[in-house]
């Protein structure tokens, strides 16, 4: 089995199309072909996360999908943040997420704690 690491744009296409093949028809787990598809996998996301990285979402971007998936108001919010007038603060970043506001968001509506982790853009400039 011959493979090469993915140095270029090139190389990235070739193995694209070559991976590509492989999702029409997956080969099985631990034979030649599931090996070399594995290995392939790997490179592809490895070239991928160097060169094509991908932010976080911001915290309150975050909290507003997570709202929209699941048809929730702000006063559903309450539970995780405190009062109303505190959550539209929040959501109209005009104060930042404590610590326990992270936690309860991410235990209360699974939004990744690294996603709310991150200072909203609003903040990051200052």
């Known amino acids: 089995m011959e493979i090469r690491p993915i140095h270029n744009e090139a190389d990235y296409k070739a193995v694209m199309r070559e991976v590509s093949g492989y999702f029409e028809d997956e080969p099985a787990p631990g034979t030649p072909a599931g090996d070399r598809f594995e290995v392939l996998l790997t490179l592809v996301e490895a070239y991928e996360n160097k060169h094509f ?74």
């Open 53 to 126: 990285p991908i932010d976080l979402p911001d915290p309150v971007e975050a909290i507003k999908f997570r709202m929209e998936q699941s048809d929730l108001t702000a006063k559903d919010l309450v539970p995780m943040i405190g009062r109303l007038n505190r959550v539209y603060e929040v959501l109209n970043r005009k104060r930042s997420l404590t610590l326990a506001m992270i936690w309860k968001l991410h235990n209360g509506l699974g939004i990744p704690a690294e996603s709310l982790i991150r200072p909203p853009d609003s903040l990051q400039s200052a």
